[in-house]
């Protein structure tokens, strides 16, 4: 696309995120993230994907972000601060919405190698509070996927 | 069929694993025999109860939103897909259950896709929900 891609992990993950496309890896542990993009992006960035739920970091999105860009958040409570109207940034709960044929191009773009599969944590279904307790505590090493049963 | 349910909202000890009825598919529905799905924060954000003013709630809620899985029967009114297809789907948008932990889902033909052969089943339930949330917010929400 492009573009040139910031994202957020541990050190011990920087290569699994450079290949999945990511262009600068900040280590959140040992880095103020928001810094790191203000040195780096002075203007921002034109578009920022925030997939954590507390508040604090929908706005700390918006603060990173350049004015007239976009936010999207997974937090239902809409962010309220004077920079975004500032800066114009349209900041959007994204919610996905079904879409097969759309989903057909994605997988098309799978079954012909242009996108790869992520690196996976397979349970089984019995296994479902377990994987739930893991999903809460932000500890997850891959996708997690359930096995229901084999076809 | 076996499944995984919750029937009220709480912490992860509310889900069981027990039998609930095989869905029946509707005529744009194809019905699912499952093989994997996925785990979303959405999952455990709709368990909770956190998100419970924004959907609808089919109960004995049966979570799970990304299917992979067989296809095993077709409503009469579903023009392409088959029996015996292999597809991939997102099941809900602003509502959820009977989702795919079980052992058969009932969805949408709008809402399914034919899996690719050189992905597993594995790979392809890992993948639904992210990818549409990452499409349409790269594409759509500017």
Redesign the interface.
Known sequence: MGAKGYTTTRSKNFDYVVSRGADVPIDYKRANYVHVLKEHEPDGGS?T?E?L?DKIYVENAIRVTKAGG?V?Y?N?EPPEMPEKNDKGI?A?W???????????T???L??N?TFT??K?E?MG??D?????????SWRTNG????????? | MKAVYYEEFGSADILKLGEQPKPEPGPDQVLVKVAATSVNPIDRRLRSGELKDFFQYSWPVIPGWDVAGRSEAVGEDVEDFQVGDDGVGLGFTWSVGPGAYAEYMAIDETAIAKKPANLSWHEAASLPLVNLTAWQSLNESY
């Not at chain 1, 479902?128 to 809460?136: D, I, L, M, Y």
């Not at chain 1, 996708?143 to 076809?151: E, R």
């Open positions: 578009m994907l997939t739920e976009t999207i997974m239902n349209h959007e994204v919610h996905h919405r079904p879409d097969g044929a759309m989903l057909q994605i997988m098309d799978y079954g190698g599969a992520p996976m397979v279904l019995e479902a509070a377990e994987a739930h307790r893991k999903s809460e996708k997690m996927v359930l096995h229901v049963q084999d076809i």
